[in-house]
C-alpha cells in the first residue's frame, strides 16, 4: 500500500512561481519512478514530469524549461517546481507512482494561474 499526499497548490499571478510537494509513505518498500500529472476541467489527465530513483527526469515540451521536479530519496518526497506560470498551467497537479505494477495517486492540489 502506497499513500501520496501532495500540498503546495494556490493562486499565483501569471509569471509567478510555485513549489508542490508530494510526500509518499510504503510501509518501508522503495519508491521507484515518480511522476506529476495535471488535469484542467474538461481536459485529459496529462503528464507533466517523471524522475527516476537516480535523478533521471523527463518533461513534454509545454513545461520543459519552465518546470522541475525534484526528489529526496531519503523523505520519500518528490517536489515540482514550477516557473513562469501560465494561465493554462491551471489544473488539478497530481502525485502518481506504481508499485508491484498498481499505479498509486495522491488526492491532487489546485494550481491556479490569474491575474
Known amino acids: 500500500q502506497v499513500q501520496l499526499v501532495e500540498s503546495g497548490g494556490g493562486l499565483v499571478q501569471p509569471g509567478g512561481s510555485l513549489r508542490l510537494s508530494c510526500a509518499a509513505s510504503?510501509?518501508?518498500?522503495?519508491?521507484?519512478?515518480m511522476a506529476w500529472y495535471r488535469q484542467a476541467p474538461g481536459k485529459d489527465r496529462e503528464l507533466v514530469a517523471t524522475?527516476?530513483?537516480?535523478?533521471?527526469?523527463n518533461y513534454p515540451d509545454s513545461v520543459k524549461g519552465r518546470f522541475t521536479i525534484s526528489r529526496d530519496n531519503a523523505k520519500n518526497t518528490v517536489y515540482l517546481q514550477m516557473n513562469s506560470l501560465r494561465p493554462e498551467d491551471t489544473a488539478v497537479y497530481y502525485c502518481n507512482t506504481h508499485m508491484f505494477g498498481t499505479p498509486y495517486w495522491g488526492q491532487g492540489t489546485q494550481v491556479t494561474v490569474s491575474s
Open positions: 510504503a510501509s518501508g518498500l522503495r519508491i521507484g519512478i
Open positions: 524522475i527516476t530513483t537516480a535523478g533521471n527526469t
